[in-house]
């Protein structure tokens, strides 16, 4: 199995160092690269009160510069709140600078706190996201001036520059939970992002379908297509199972506060806590090595190849307890 | 007197290497911090179709993982063409992460082909100006969450997070030439930056009224709050001094040539090539040491305590031609 990081940064406002959060993230993403993780997919965060991180693609340029082969990735970049040119320039720029490592994953949103602090209506968001990507799209791919008149942007004879340097663009990942969205991941043809709450047998439904859904259009179906999100901390005692699991409780239970939008209730996806309390701890793998484990071969024996860990925070004792005591198994 | 970088970086689209000219920039940032430089300023330019950076703070991100005291300058950011909110995130991140170096230029922009790519009415620039600027002071210094309806942006209850790390937040750094617009960078708070073209007996002017609209307002004036940018090359025979000022030359003719606007003739400032064919050469420091010291002085002379370096590309050999046989004596 192939191994990569999900997760969060924070620097909080009015702490002490409020620097420290982003380094110590970026000192993580260090670690996991030198213990043979594959990647590190970022959140994009806006307004929390919590300091989570808002610049995505500004952290990752400092894990890329201390970095040499981890990959680099947004899960996920919320379109309707950026400026397609503006953000097709950024992204390209790291992806250039960072030797081709950008796993650019991409959403339409789904916080209330979001949509209302930018002052954009929810109803909008799928409409915001097919235009800026296309957009994004076409800035990346267009080697002549092109011009865009959109319903909600307008470009007059553009040239993006830098274009990106993986060809013909970085692969676009994106969140899918219902057999509709994962359609759409499909006929974008973007890779899959699975969330950290279904159990075993529901990944292997979605991905099932992901794959047939990629073959009916053609495109061969490789497993290193999905990334499975998972909550996974390696304990060495009950005490220390317990809080970690109260640690997780107690950050979903805000995150939760946060996603709830009265007018477009949340799915189950990725980065939603859709699932309602309880949900978060039942998936999660918090354990000994051999519950880890024994959790991961339940989702390898569900078609995933390809596992995003996200839990103890930027612990890298998790980190290198997990690289060690069950990374070789797998 | 105190040295700066400032500049651009090019990456080309199409080139074998269009990754190159980025991390060209970036060594010869750091290798200007190693030679005791004090700040590199990068410019923002979108669709120039020479491969100008259009993410600049992102590419400041790089420069400021590998240097631990050079000060990180936008010369400038052109804020009619974000949304306030997320560019306050995205330098307030880059200024944490460096450790409070964030020199933030800002401008109303000036070239056509720009504004013309964005869609946006020229006539608007000094208003949308004006509303990021007062929206991104909010953004750094609000405590507690706020709202803003203006003409061109609406946010509903937001806390920016990060907060910057110098406080009360990054030194704001203005572009400007004329009377009226050197008053303004004065009532702003923000600190001054001086253009590449005029005469030192210009600059003596500037500087002279700028120190009396800041003392005026109650501030003392500092010699360091004044940058002049300066072409300056450091040829040891007349054939460089000649290739190099033809390499000028023809730059600053394409950046004419992108600058001109109908609608808005383009004053003398840092950033505009208002001066017409000639001025550039007229005003450079090209030559042999002693040369370049002379005007150097001459500036010194005319109030300038801090000179910003522009010439011969990302020419690192310049640079420590520069440190070895100008800087000494100044």
Same mark, same amino acid.
């Given at each position: 199995?192939?191994?990569? !990081? ?11 160092? &409020?620097?420290? #959060? ?6 993580? +993403? ?20 919590? /300091? ?6 500004? !952290? ?19 379109? &309707? ?18 030797? /081709?490592? !950008? ?13 209302? #602090? ?9 409409? =915001? ?15 002549? *001036? ?14 993006? @520059? ?7 663009? &970085? ?15 499909? +006929? *974008? ?16 439904? =979605?991905?099932? !379908? ?7 259009? /053609? *495109? ?51 980065? #939603?806590?859709?699932?309602? @309390? ?9 354990? &000994? ?13 569900? /078609? ?27």
């Amino acid at each position: 199995m192939r191994f990569g !990081l999900f997760g969060s940064a924070q620097a909080r406002r009015g702490s002490a160092d &409020p620097a420290q #959060g982003f380094h110590d993230y970026v000192d993580y +993403a260090v670690e996991a690269e030198a213990l043979g993780f594959a990647s590190a997919f970022l959140v994009e965060h806006h307004f929390t009160g919590i /300091g989570q991180v808002s610049a995505t693609l500004g !952290l990752l340029a400092w894990v890329a510069a201390r970095t040499t082969r981890l990959r680099l990735g947004t899960a996920v970049i919320v379109l &309707p709140w950026h400026n397609p040119v503006l953000l097709a320039e950024e992204a390209a720029t790291l992806d250039v600078m960072s030797g /081709g490592r !950008l796993d650019f994953g991409v959403g339409k949103g789904y916080r209330r706190n979001e949509f209302d #602090g930018f002052a954009i209506d929810i109803a909008e968001a799928e409409a =915001r996201f097919s235009e800026a990507l296309g957009v994004i799209l076409k800035a990346w791919t267009a080697e002549e *001036r092109f011009s865009h008149h959109g319903r909600f942007w307008r470009f007059d004879d553009v040239l993006v @520059e830098p274009a990106p340097l993986q060809k013909p663009h &970085p692969p676009l990942w994106m969140a899918a939970g219902s057999a509709a969205s994962i359609r759409e991941v499909a +006929a *974008r043809g973007a890779n899959l992002l699975l969330d950290q709450f279904a159990p075993a047998a529901v990944i292997a439904e =979605r991905i099932a !379908l992901f794959r047939g859904a990629v073959e009916a259009r /053609g *495109r061969a179906f490789d497993p290193a297509m999905v990334a499975v999100a998972r909550n996974i901390f390696v304990a060495y005692d009950a005490a220390e199972q317990t809080a970690a699991l109260e640690r997780l409780r107690r950050q979903h239970g805000h995150m939760i506060a946060l996603s709830q939008h009265a007018a477009r209730p949340v799915t189950s996806h990725i980065l #939603g806590y859709a699932g309602g @309390e309880g949900a978060s701890e039942a998936a999660a793998l918090y354990g &000994p090595p051999e519950a880890v484990t024994r959790g991961l071969v339940g989702l390898r024996d569900a /078609g995933a190849a390809y596992v995003l860990l996200n839990g103890g925070g930027t612990s890298r004792e998790n980190l290198r307890r997990f690289a060690r005591d069950v990374m070789p198994v797998l």
